[in-house]
């Protein structure tokens, strides 16, 4: 594969490094949590030393079973509605299509998958895994209304946004929101939250691929925040990382702390925390 550089890349864009750098860390374990080996394909034809990606201790776990979690839900979201369209917003280069089409399982044989992130991303993104048949990228940024216009609208839609929210404005999240349940007659939304502590420190996290240090992402206290931005949505429920199924296969130490969190829900919130709602 040739190896096509990034330099022209923002940081907020560069932040996709991040996760597929996750992924490509966990993929590469004895004992992974999500074995993903499309992302190692695709650091590979990027010019850039992903080395520099410094993650944290515990990053590589929280992406990967982040992932996992928001795999299941569009994975559910699809066996109960044929026909279904899914759209993943910020896709960066995510890779939960080729995850979850390539079990090969018939309830993937009439979804639509829509990939969206701005354009010099999906642009990449295109390059190094030219989508397949009935996968489309949409190369517009969520903060133009007109993202939504290539995608059906009369079919059941779940919407997945993976560490991507977290980087816009309330504002910002108010109006992708309304678009959303504007355009889409009836779906489910899912996506990572942070609280409003883990989105203090969103810079510190994100500094390594260029993002200023003081960046602070959108968090919020309870998921019922969200349904006040846009009343059109239900709030379904929350799930945390820290009771997901992956986490028996954590080292015993982070097995044990997630044990421990898992019963007291302020902390869970501050790791993988995902929320569901019904529009
Ligand atoms: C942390 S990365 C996550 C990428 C991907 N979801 C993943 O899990 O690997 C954040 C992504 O959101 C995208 N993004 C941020 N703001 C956006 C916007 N206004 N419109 C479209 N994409 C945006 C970035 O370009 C980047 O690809």
Redesign the pocket.
Known sequence: MKSLTIDHLTP??K??L???NGRVVDGARSRPLLGDTKAAELAGGIDYDLGTVKLTSGVPEAVAIRSAMLDRAVESFVRGHSGAVVVEL?????TRRSRLTSRDDPIWRDVDWYD???PE?IELRDALMPPPDRAHSVGV???DPSWTETIPADRPAVIVA???LG??SEEENRQVLGRITDHFAEGLLVFNAYTKFTARMNGRFTKVVGMPEDFRGFGIADPKEIVALNPALTFIDEQFGDAAPERDRLNLAYRLLARVFAKWRGQARRGVWIVRYRF
Do not use: A, K, N, P
């Open positions: 907020l864009q932040t996709l991040i996760t597929l910020g896709c960066g280069l995510e969206v992130d701005f991303v940024s969520l903060l993976d560490g991507v980087f816009l």
